[in-house]
C-alpha cells in the first residue's frame, strides 16, 4: 500500500501554472528525491501536501485520508512534517524549546492543567524532555540545546529544523533543500544522517535538492518536475539518461 | 520543596506579602497615595494581561479597553443592581463573584474578538479590534438600563489593596505557570513564526484564541476592579485612547516581557501624578501632559522599540549578580 | 519566578517613594487659603473646562486684589482631568489630600462629578460644582443629599421645566420635536424633562431624535423632523452642535425656531455664518451678557480684556462658583471644614452673575432663569420664568 | 423615494470628501505598507490653515468669493503637504525598516501629538472655532423635499477634478511611474535606480495635500472645527481605503462614497446614533470576509 497518492495535483496563481496535473505515488520507507529547474514547481508540490496552499485541482491522500481541505496543523497531525527552503525556526525560543514546540500534540494537557501544574503535568513535561534530549544527542547538538535559534550557525539551524520535524512523530519527512549552503564534508555527513533517518526511525523521506551528487547519492526514486510538470520518473540511473531531463536542465539556457 | 509546587510557593509568599504590606500602606498612605496605588495595580493587570494577547502571542489588538469595558459594566451592573450593596463576608463574596462575571462575560467577548485574529495579521487586525472596542463603547451609550452616556453610578467601593494585588499576583501565577505548559509555547511559535507552527501540528487558531480569552477575562476583572474602585464607569472612559495607553505600557515594558510590562505599567500610571507639580522653564508638566506623552512615543519608537526591557531578562540578570553559573534554564521542567 | 519577589520589592520601593513625597495635608498655619479646582483641561470636553477656570481664575484674581478673604489670598490649585473619570478621581483626591485645599471646586461633567463626590464625602471637605446638572450629584441614588457637595448650576428638571413651561405659555406652540445628544447626560436628562413637563401642561412631542457629540451631520434627522411640522425644536445641547444643527435645518427648509438651555451660551454660537441661522431661536440661561446691570456688565467687560473673549455660560457658573465659596468662607469666618460647608448650605440671595442664588435643601441653586431671545447674533433678554 | 435621493446626495457629497482622504491613506499604504494613523490629523490641520487665513486681515478683506476659495484651496493643500512630509522625515524616515508595528505605534503618537498640542489654548485651543463663509452658500434645487445646494455640487466637482488630476499624475508623468514602481516592490525600484526617498516624500505631500482640499470642503459644509475633528472623518476614511482595498487608488475613491452613503442610509433608515458604529461593522465585516477590499489584490505569502 502506498502511503501518500497525489493525483492531478494543480496549482494555478491567476494565470500561473506553477504545477501542471502531478501524479505521484510515495510507498513507506521509500527516500525519494523531488528535482528540477527553478520554478519548476516543487516546493509549491510541498506547500500543497502541507496545506499551505489549497490546490487548484486534484487530491492528496496520506494513509487513506484526504488532505485537501485540511488545516495544516491538522495534515501534520496525521504524520507529515517538513523542513522550509528558507530555514523557518523560532528564533526567539532556544533549541530545546524549537524542538519542544514539535511535542505540543504529544502532550494531552489542558487550560486547567496547564495552569494548575498538577503531578501528571510535570510527569508529561519529564518524559518529553528526556526525548528530546535524546534527540538532540542523536543529531549532535546538546551543546546548544539552551541557545537562542537564531545564534546558531546556518548548518545548526538546518539540522534544529529537521529535529523539530522528527518531533511529531512523522511517517513521511518533507525536506525542502536540506543541503543548501553546506560544504562538501557537511553534504557528506547530511546524506548519512538522512538515511540513518529513515532506517532509525521507519519513515518515508521526500526531498527537494538541487546538488545532484546529493539527489543521486542518496535517493532510490526521483521524480523530476519541468514548468510545473512531471516529465520523468524512476531510479537515479534512469532519470540521468531520460532525454528529457537533459533538455529540461540544459534548454533552459536556450 | 520540590521545583514542581515552586509556583504554588511564590504565590503563597506574594499573598503574604500583599497582606503584609497591606496595613502599613493602609496605614502610612494617604488616600491619594493609595488611589495611585490601586491604579498602578488595575494598570498591571491590564498591561499584562495585554501582554498575554500582544506581547507573548503576537496579535496586536487596539481594543483591550473594550473588554475592560464589558467587565467592568458587568461586575458593576450586578453590584447596583442585583444584589445591592453589602458589608462583611457576604460583600467580600459577592464581589468575588460579580468579579468573575465581569471576567467570563469580557472573556466571551474575547472569544468573538478572537476569531477575526484567525484571517488578520499586524495593522488589520489593529484596526478590527479598534473597531470592536469603538462598537462596544457606542453600544453602551445607547442601552438605557446601563446609564447611557452617564453610565453607571453610585457603585460602592469594594476594591482594596489586597483585591487588587491579589489579582494580580494570580495574573502572574496564571501567565507564568502557561508559559512554561504547551500552551505558553504554542503562543510564543505562533508570534514567532505561524507556518513553521503550523508545520509541527501547533494549531495557532487555538493559540490565538486562547489568549485572547484569557487576556480579556483578566481585562475584565480589571475593569470590575475599576468600577467598585471609582464609584462611576461611563463608555467613554473605554475608548480608543484607553486601549492606546495599556498598549504603550505592553511597547515600553518590552513585548513579552513580564517583569517589564508590569514596571511600564506602573511607571506610566505613578509618573504623571508625579509630574503634576514639576515645573520646566515656567511651564508647568501638566499643562503639557498629553503632548510630552506623545512625544516620548514617538521618541521611544525611533530610539528604543524593544522598550525598557525588551531584551532583558530578569532570571538571567538575578543569576548573574548572585555569582551562580549559567544554568540550563529550561531544566526547571 | 524570581519575578514575582522581584516585582513586590518594586512596589514596596515604590510605596516607600510614594509615602516619602506625598506630604499628605499638612496641617500648619498658612497664610493662604487653598481652593482646589478639578478640571477637563484636555480631552474631549477641554472647552468647557477651559473656560470654567477662566471663569474661576478671574474670580481669584478680583478677589485677591480687593484684600482676599479673612485677611488670607486665596491660592487656586487647578488639576487637570483630562476629561476622564480615573484622573477625575485622582485630581480630587489629590487636592484634598496633599494640598489640603479648603473647597474643591469641579466639574462640568456631571459623570466626573460623580466621581469626586463620593470622595469629597469621605474627607468632609465641601465641594462646589460649577455646572454639573445632573440632580444625582448632589442627592445620591437613595434620595440621601449629599452633606458636602453643593452647586451653582441649574438642575437637569429645572431647566427642562422653564423651557417646557416657555414653550407652551409664552410661545404657544403645541407640537414640539425634540433633538438630544445621546452622548451627553445633560442633554439626555433636559430633554426627559421637557417632555414631561410639556406633555403634562398638555403639548405634544412629536418626536425625540438622538445624535451622539462630535457628529456634524444631523440632516437624516432633520429631515425626519421637518417632515412632521412641528411649531419648535427644542434642541438640548452644547453650543458646539447647535451651531451646525441650526445652520442644517435652514438649509433643509425648517424655520420653526429651536429652543434649548445654558449649553447654547457662548459667543460662538452665532458666529459667522451662524448668526442668520439661529435668529428667532430661544435658550434659557442663567443671565443675559447684555444685562446691563453693573455687575455683569463690570464682568463681562473684564473677561474680555482678560482674555479676549466674551464670557460663556461655564465661565460665569465657574466665577459665581468662586464667589459663593469665597462669600461663605468669609461668613463661617474660619477654613473648618464643617464651618464653610454649613455657610455654604446657609448661602441666600448671593447677588451672582447668573442670578441670585440660594441654595436649597438639596443642595441645589435656587435661582429664576432667563430666556434669551436671538436678535441679529446677539442674546437679548427675553423673559424671566421663575422656578 | 424622494428621501432615499436625498439620503443618497447627502451621503455622495459627505463620501466624495472621505475618499479625498481615503487617498491619501491609500497611496502611502501602497508605497510604504503602514497605516499613516496621523492623516487624519493632517486634514485637521487644513481646517485651521483655511481659518487663519480666513479670519485674517487679509482674508477678511478678500470676504467671500472664487478668488478666495482658490487661494484658500491652494494654501491648505500646500500646507498639509508641507506637513506630511515634515511628519514623514522626522517621525517614519528613521523607522523604514522597522516591523510596520513600530511605524503604527510611532504614527499613532504623531495623531495625539497634533491633537493635544492643538488643544493647548496658545495654540489652537480646545474650544471650537467657527470657519467663516469661503463662497456664500445657494440653493441649486429646491423641490418638494429634495435639497441640493452650492456647496454639495462644489464638493463633488472638486474632489472629481483632483481625483482625476491625481490619476493623471499617476498615470502620466514620470514621477508618477516612478510611484507605481514603488507601489509594487520599493527595494525594486530602489534597485532600478529610482529614488525612493523622494518618490515617498512626493507620496506624502500629495497624498497630505489632498487631505488639506478635503478639511476645506469639510469645513466649508460643516463649519466647526476643533482640535480633535479629524479623528471620526479620519478613521471613516480609513475605513473607505479598506473597503476598496487599500493600496488601489480607484479602490478609495469608491470605497470613500459607500463609506458615505453607507453613513447617510444609516443615519436616515436605522438609527442615526449608530451611524459610526455601523461603519465600523462594515470595516470588520470586509476584513473577516474580503481582506483584500472590493477592488484589492489578494497576496499569497510566500513560504
Redesign the interface.
Known amino acids: 500500500m502506498s502511503l501518500l497518492n497525489l493525483k492531478n495535483l494543480t496549482m494555478r496563481f491567476g494565470g500561473l501554472t506553477a504545477v501542471d496535473a502531478v501524479t505521484e505515488t510515495i510507498e513507506p520507507l521509500l527516500l525519494m528525491g523531488l528535482i528540477g529547474p527553478n520554478g519548476a514547481g516543487k516546493t509549491t508540490v510541498f506547500n500543497m501536501i502541507t496545506g499551505v496552499y489549497l490546490p487548484t485541482e486534484g487530491q492528496i491522500s496520506f494513509d487513506g485520508q484526504n488532505l485537501v481541505g485540511q488545516k495544516p496543523h491538522e495534515i501534520a497531525g496525521t504524520g507529515i512534517a517538513r523542513t522550509f527552503q528558507n530555514i523557518r525556526l523560532f528564533p526567539s525560543l532556544s533549541v530545546f524549546d524549537n524542538v519542544r514546540v514539535g511535542f505540543n500534540n504529544a502532550l494531552s494537557i489542558g487550560i486547567l492543567g496547564s495552569i494548575l501544574q498538577p503531578r501528571s503535568f510535570w510527569r508529561g513535561e519529564k518524559e518529553i524532555a528526556e526525548k528530546i534530549d535524546h534527540l538532540l544527542e542523536m543529531f549532535g547538538l546538546l551543546d546548544q540545546r539552551n541557545e537562542l535559534a537564531k545564534n546558531l550557525s546556518y548548518g545548526d539551524q538546518r539540522r534544529v529544523e529537521i529535529v523539530r520535524a522528527m518531533a511529531t512523530d512523522p511517517k513521511l519527512l518533507l525536506l525542502d533543500e536540506p543541503a543548501a549552503g553546506m560544504n562538501p564534508t557537511e553534504k557528506q555527513k547530511l546524506m548519512s544522517l538522512i538515511r540513518y533517518l529513515r532506517d532509525e526511525f521507519q519513515i518515508a523521506i521526500l526531498l527537494i535538492e538541487h546538488d545532484m551528487h546529493v539527489v543521486m547519492g542518496i535517493c532510490e526514486r526521483i521524480t523530476v518536475l519541468d514548468h510545473g510538470a512531471k516529465i520523468a520518473s524512476g531510479t537515479p540511473e534512469e532519470v540521468k539518461n531520460n532525454p528529457e531531463v537533459v533538455k529540461a536542465y540544459l534548454g533552459h539556457s536556450e | 520543596m520540590s521545583r514542581?509546587h515552586?509556583?504554588y510557593l511564590?504565590?503563597l509568599?506574594?499573598f503574604a506579602?500583599?497582606i503584609g504590606?497591606s496595613f502599613?500602606?493602609e496605614a502610612?498612605?494617604?488616600?491619594?497615595?493609595m488611589?495611585?496605588?490601586i491604579?498602578?495595580g488595575i494598570s498591571m493587570i491590564l498591561a499584562a494581561s495585554l501582554n498575554l494577547i500582544n506581547g507573548f502571542t503576537g496579535q496586536?489588538s487596539l481594543g483591550h479597553a473594550g473588554f475592560m469595558a464589558i467587565g467592568a459594566y458587568t461586575a458593576s451592573a450586578l453590584t447596583t443592581m442585583v444584589f445591592g450593596t453589602t458589608e462583611g463576608t457576604t460583600q467580600e463574596l459577592l464581589f468575588l463573584v460579580v468579579l468573575i462575571a465581569g471576567g467570563v462575560s469580557a472573556a466571551i467577548a474575547g472569544l468573538l474578538i478572537g476569531?477575526?485574529s484567525l484571517?488578520?495579521k499586524?495593522?488589520?487586525l489593529?484596526?478590527?479590534t479598534l473597531?470592536?472596542g469603538?462598537?462596544i463603547r457606542?453600544?453602551l451609550?445607547?442601552i438605557e438600563p446601563l446609564g447611557?452616556?452617564?453610565?453607571i453610578?453610585?457603585i460602592p467601593?469594594y476594591t482594596t489593596f489586597i483585591w487588587t494585588?491579589g489579582i494580580l499576583?494570580v495574573l502572574?501565577?496564571?501567565t507564568?505557570?502557561?508559559m512554561?505548559?504547551?500552551?505558553?509555547?504554542?503562543f510564543?511559535?505562533t508570534?514567532?513564526?505561524e507556518?513553521?507552527?503550523?508545520?509541527?501540528?501547533?494549531?495557532?487558531?487555538k493559540y490565538k484564541v486562547?489568549a485572547f480569552v484569557?487576556g480579556a477575562f483578566f481585562a475584565g476583572i480589571a475593569g470590575g476592579l475599576?468600577g467598585h474602585?471609582?464609584?462611576?464607569?461611563?463608555?467613554?472612559?473605554f475608548g480608543f485612547l484607553k486601549s492606546?495607553e495599556i498598549?504603550?505600557m505592553v511597547?515600553l515594558g518590552g513585548m513579552?516581557s513580564?517583569?517589564g510590562v508590569?514596571?511600564a505599567a506602573?511607571l506610566l500610571t505613578?509618573l504623571p501624578?508625579?509630574l503634576?507639580e514639576v515645573e520646566l522653564f515656567g511651564i508647568k508638566f501638566?499643562?503639557?501632559?498629553?503632548?510630552i506623552?506623545?512625544?516620548s512615543?514617538?521618541l521611544l519608537?525611533?530610539f528604543r522599540?524593544q522598550g525598557l526591557l525588551g531584551d532583558f531578562n530578569?532570571?538571567e540578570f538575578?543569576r548573574k549578580i548572585r555569582g551562580k553559573p549559567k544554568k540550563?534554564?529550561?531544566?526547571e521542567? | 519566578m524570581y519575578r514575582l519577589i522581584t516585582l513586590l520589592f518594586a512596589g514596596l520601593l515604590a510605596g516607600i517613594m510614594i509615602s516619602c513625597g506625598g506630604n499628605g495635608g499638612n496641617e500648619e498655619e498658612s497664610d493662604v487659603i487653598k481652593i482646589g479646582h478639578f478640571a477637563s483641561l484636555q480631552g474631549d470636553i477641554a472647552t468647557f473646562g477651559q473656560q470654567t477656570d477662566k471663569g474661576i481664575k478671574l474670580a481669584v484674581e478680583e478677589i485677591n486684589a480687593n484684600g482676599g478673604v479673612l485677611g488670607k489670598q486665596i491660592q487656586l490649585i487647578t488639576e487637570d482631568t483630562r476629561s476622564t473619570t480615573q484622573d477625575a478621581g485622582l485630581a480630587a483626591e489629590k487636592l484634598i489630600s496633599n494640598d489640603g485645599v479648603t473647597v474643591l471646586l469641579g466639574e462640568v461633567a456631571s459623570s466626573l462629578s460623580l466621581v469626586a463626590a463620593p470622595i469629597a464625602e469621605r474627607e468632609q471637605v465641601p465641594m462646589l460644582t460649577p455646572s454639573s446638572t445632573n440632580p444625582e450629584v448632589t442627592v445620591d441614588k437613595n434620595g440621601n443629599v449629599r452633606k458636602y457637595v453643593f452647586r451653582v448650576c441649574f438642575i437637569d428638571p429645572f431647566q427642562g421645566k422653564v423651557m417646557a413651561k416657555f414653550a407652551k405659555e409664552n410661545l404657544s406652540t403645541q407640537r414640539i420635536a425634540i433633538l438630544k445628544d445621546n452622548a451627553n447626560d445633560y442633554s439626555v436628562g433636559l430633554a426627559k424633562n421637557f417632555r414631561e413637563t410639556f406633555e403634562a401642561m398638555g403639548g405634544e412631542i412629536l418626536a425625540e431624535q438622538a445624535f451622539e457629540a462630535k457628529q456634524v451631520d444631523f440632516k437624516s434627522q432633520l429631515t425626519d423632523i421637518r417632515d412632521m411640522n412641528p411649531d419648535a425644536i427644542y434642541v438640548p445641547g452644547y453650543y458646539t452642535e447647535v451651531s451646525l444643527i441650526a445652520e442644517q435645518a435652514r438649509d433643509l427648509g425648517i424655520t420653526v425656531p429651536l429652543l434649548g438651555g445654558d449649553g447654547w451660551d457662548s459667543p460662538e454660537l452665532t458666529k459667522g455664518k451662524f448668526k442668520e441661522a439661529l435668529e428667532g431661536c430661544y435658550f434659557s440661561n442663567h443671565y443675559s451678557v447684555e444685562d446691563t446691570t453693573a455687575k455683569v456688565k463690570a464682568f463681562t467687560e473684564k473677561y474680555d480684556q482678560s482674555y479676549g473673549e466674551l464670557p460663556g455660560a461655564m465661565s460665569a457658573l465657574g466665577y459665581d462658583a468662586m464667589y459663593i465659596v469665597a462669600d461663605a468662607i468669609t461668613r463661617a469666618g474660619s477654613t473648618d471644614s464643617e464651618a464653610v460647608t454649613k455657610a455654604l448650605s446657609e448661602t441666600k440671595d448671593f447677588p451672582g452673575i447668573t442670578g441670585n442664588i440660594t441654595i436649597d435643601e438639596q443642595h441645589n441653586a435656587e435661582k429664576s432663569a432667563v430666556v434669551l431671545m436671538i436678535k441679529e447674533g446677539k442674546f437679548t433678554y427675553f423673559a424671566t420664568m421663575e422656578p | 423615494m424622494e428621501e432615499f435621493l436625498q439620503q443618497l446626495i447627502n451621503g455622495l457629497s459627505l463620501g466624495a470628501i472621505y475618499a479625498l482622504i481615503a487617498l491619501g491613506y491609500t497611496m502611502i499604504y501602497g508605497v510604504l505598507r503602514f497605516i499613516n494613523f496621523a492623516h487624519g490629523d493632517v486634514f485637521m490641520i487644513g481646517t485651521y490653515i483655511g481659518f487663519f487665513i480666513l479670519t485674517s486681515s487679509f482674508g477678511q478683506a478678500l470676504g467671500p468669493g472664487f478668488g478666495t476659495a482658490v487661494i484658500v484651496f491652494l494654501a491648505a493643500m500646500l500646507g498639509c503637504g508641507l506637513l506630511g512630509v515634515t511628519i514623514e522625515f522626522l517621525a517614519y524616515r528613521p523607522l523604514r525598516t522597522r516591523p510596520k508595528l513600530t511605524v503604527l505605534i510611532t504614527a499613532i503618537g504623531v495623531s495625539f501629538f497634533l491633537e493635544y498640542t492643538g488643544q493647548l489654548s496658545f495654540v489652537f485651543g480646545a474650544d471650537p472655532r467657527t470657519f467663516p463663509t469661503v463662497v456664500e452658500k445657494t440653493m441649486v434645487v429646491q423641490s418638494g423635499s429634495l435639497v441640493i445646494d452650492s456647496y454639495q455640487i462644489i464638493i463633488f466637482v472638486v474632489a472629481i477634478v483632483l481625483m482625476l488630476g491625481l490619476r493623471m499624475l499617476i498615470m502620466k508623468t514620470r514621477i508618477g511611474t516612478a510611484l507605481r514602481a514603488s507601489s509594487m516592490n520599493l527595494n525594486a525600484a530602489s534597485l532600478m535606480g529610482i529614488n525612493t526617498n523622494a518618490v515617498i516624500s512626493f507620496t506624502f505631500f500629495v497624498g497630505s495635500a489632498l487631505a488639506g482640499a478635503g478639511a476645506i470642503l469639510y469645513a466649508m459644509s460643516y463649519p466647526k472645527i476643533n482640535p480633535l475633528m479629524g479623528i471620526l472623518p479620519g478613521l471613516k476614511a480609513f475605513i473607505a481605503a479598506v473597503l476598496g482595498g487599500i493600496g488601489n487608488i480607484s479602490g478609495a475613491a469608491v470605497g470613500g462614497f459607500i463609506i458615505g452613503s453607507a453613513e447617510t442610509m444609516t443615519a436616515g433608515y436605522i438609527s442615526p446614533t449608530l451611524r459610526d458604529a455601523i461603519v465600523f461593522a462594515i470595516l470588520i465585516f470586509i476584513l473577516i470576509v474580503k481582506p483584500s477590499g472590493l477592488f484589492g489584490q489578494g497576496g499569497t505569502e510566500k513560504v
Not at chain 2, 28 to 33: A, I, K, T
Request: without cysteine; neutral net charge.
Open positions: 514542581k515552586r509556583s511564590y504565590l509568599i506574594g506579602a500583599i504590606l502599613p500602606f502610612g498612605l494617604n488616600s491619594y497615595d488611589r495611585i496605588v491604579n498602578v496586536f476569531i477575526p484571517r488578520l499586524g495593522d488589520y489593529a484596526i478590527v473597531g470592536f469603538e462598537i457606542v453600544v451609550q445607547n447611557g452616556s452617564l453610565g453610578s453610585g467601593r494585588f499576583a502572574i501565577f496564571v507564568e505557570n502557561l512554561r505548559s504547551t500552551y505558553g509555547r504554542g510564543l511559535a508570534r514567532d513564526d507556518i513553521a507552527a503550523e508545520s509541527v501540528g501547533v494549531n495557532t487558531t486562547t484569557v475599576y474602585y471609582n464609584s462611576l464607569i461611563r463608555p467613554l472612559d492606546v498598549v504603550v511597547i513579552g513580564t517583569w508590569l514596571l506602573a505613578y501624578e508625579a503634576r501638566r499643562d503639557f501632559r498629553m503632548t506623552y506623545a512625544l512615543l514617538i519608537m525611533i522599540p530578569a532570571e538575578i540550563p534554564a529550561t531544566t521542567t
